[in-house]
Structure formats: C-alpha cells, structure tokens
C-alpha cells in the first residue's frame, strides 16, 4: 500500500569493444520484491512495499562484463510512509459515570486511539461529533496521549433522560487526507 521510489541509477563503463565490453547486472542475493534487468541495470518493483513492515531495502548489484571482470554495488532503496492505518480505539465503546450538580471542571472518561502510521500520519486529535443531550456541557482535551472528557457545568440529574448521556467521539489523525473512527461513550448520571 506504501508509496515507493525505486530507480536503479547505478551503471557501469567498460572501455573494451565488442562482448568484452558488454555489462550484465545481477543481484548478488535474490531480493523477493525487486527485479533486475540485466542488460540496462534498471531495478523495478515486483511487489507492494509497506512501510510499516519495512523501511529500507539494501540491494547488492554486481556488474560483470564479458571478460568475467566484476564490481560490485550497493542500492539503498527508502520507502516512504502514507496515511494507510486508520485512527483505532482500544476498546469498543466506553462507559463514565457522573454524579448531579457537580460545581467544577470534572473528568469523566479517558479514551485513547492508537495508529500505526509515522508522524504525522498517527498524530491524532479527538472531538465530540455527536450527543444526545447537553452537548455543550461537555469538553474533550488531551492529557499523555489520552482524549479527555470533562464536564463543565452541574447537570440537573432530572433533566437527564433515563439518566444516560450518549456521546460519539472521533478520533482523526493528520494525514493527507486524514482517516477517522468513531466510538460510542455513555455517560451515566447519578442523583
Ligand atoms: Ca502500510
Ligand atoms: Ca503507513
Ligand atoms: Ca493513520
């Protein structure tokens, strides 16, 4: 799925004529995802890269003329990360509770997404998309990594349908384009 770059640019002179004077390119190993022509030394992709198997590939090329005289030379292909990991929970769904007539700020649940991508392909930032009541009372921070949700202002348990709040959290991360997911959270109120 990664993007990759791969142009074997190495080549070879040989000043003698004829087939003496003619270059083949082998790879001195047999590389599963590459392939080497052997008249032009061009390297082409065979297989897709991914990035967050393998960062780096170093290709051993030898360039042998006619007359068997050989040299050897070394590739060094880099792969580059894309945004191919989406944002994941670590649980499922999430659960808080949260006594009536609170008078400050208070947490209520910590949740926390992880990506496998490199930066700034799994740097993420969480947001309430979504509540069933009182959305404006509630506030999502982050503190070492973790989404933090808090409350704001006292709620009036009789206010609160069944005494549930229901809450959709995204958490997005910073690719081009992004990739987000989303996770349910209930908040129960208590009297
Ligand atoms: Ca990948
Ligand atoms: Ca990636
Ligand atoms: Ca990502």
Not at 4 to 14: E, H, K, L, N
Not at 87 to 111: D, H, I
Not at 112 to 139: G, K, L, M, W
């Amino acid at each position: 799925m990664d993007a990759c770059v791969s142009r074997g640019d190495q080549s070879a002179t040989d000043n003698d004529v004829g087939t003496y004077g003619k270059v083949s390119y082998f790879f001195s190993d047999d590389p599963d995802r590459f392939s080497l022509d052997k008249d032009t030394g061009l390297i082409l992709l065979t297989a897709r890269l991914d990035f967050e198997t393998m960062q780096r590939y170093t290709l051993t090329v030898i360039a042998r003329d006619g007359g068997g005289e050989e040299t050897t030379g070394r590739v060094r292909i880099n792969v580059l990360d894309v945004n191919d990991n989406v944002p994941t929970f670590q649980k499922e769904a999430y659960l808080g509770a949260l006594r009536e007539n609170e008078p400050s700020v208070t947490q209520v649940v910590r949740l926390r997404a992880s990506d496998e991508d490199s930066p700034p392909n799994n740097q993420i930032t969480y947001s309430i998309v979504q509540a069933s009541a009182f959305r404006e009372y509630f506030d999502i921070t982050v503190s070492e990594g973790y989404g933090v949700i808090s409350v704001n202002h006292p709620l009036d348990y009789e206010q609160v349908a069944n005494g549930v709040i229901y809450l959709t959290v995204m958490a997005k991360d910073a690719g081009n384009p992004p990739l987000n997911s989303t996770v349910p959270v209930t908040i129960e109120v208590f009297a």
